[in-house]
């Protein structure tokens, strides 16, 4: 899809079974950077945001919390975030779960999201399976916090940022 969004602002999506908000499959494309502002997105069971074969998308102002990956960029080409917070297991969260309120990020979630807890995912760049050749950037990350990751909590691998190839085209932090 390729039509300018109009406005993305002031959003808040929680407590999704699956994924808070998903551009999947054939993605978003737009010719010019969309934005995206003032975004919250949190205690989601397996994904906050994922972008998938997305291009041109900035995303300002943001906040991602106790979501097993807070922000999966795959195979997406000039993703921005700006002035935004990622917080893998907040403290409001933790106590939640310490009164058996609620449970933590990283005991939701299946697949790679089970036991781990990620900030952003970073998975190949290109849009086109077998393309490298683009003239587009990869992720851009400017003024980002991240924290809440030092958790003895979770199993699984616990990391503000994660890289992981499937071995296709992998440009992201060229």
């Known amino acids: 899809m390729k039509v300018p969004m109009g406005q993305f602002v002031d959003n808040v999506v929680h407590s999704s079974q699956l994924l808070g908000v998903t551009w999947y499959q054939d993605g978003y494309r737009p010719n010019k950077i969309q934005k995206v502002k003032n975004l919250k997105v949190f205690r989601n069971h397996v994904k906050g945001l994922r ?13 991602f919390a106790d979501n097993p990956i807070n922000l999966e960029i795959d195979r997406a080409e000039e993703t921005h975030v ?10 409001l969260l933790q106590a939640a779960v310490a009164s058996g309120d609620a449970v933590a990020p990283c005991r939701r979630g299946a697949g790679q999201a089970h036991g781990s ?34 958790t003895g909590l979770c199993e699984g691998l616990v990391t503000p940022l994660r ?8 440009r992201t932090l060229e």
Request: no cysteine.
């Open 82 to 91: 700006y002035n935004s917070k990622f917080i893998g297991y907040s403290n």
């Open 117 to 150: 807890l990620s900030g952003v995912t970073l998975q190949s760049t290109t849009p086109v399976p077998g393309r490298i050749d683009t003239s587009y950037n990869g992720f851009i990350a400017e003024n980002v916090e991240f924290s809440g990751f030092d």
């Open 51 to 63: 972008l998938h074969r997305t291009r041109n998308l900035a995303i300002y102002d943001s906040l």
């Open 163 to 170: 890289l992981e190839s499937r071995r296709d085209n992998f």
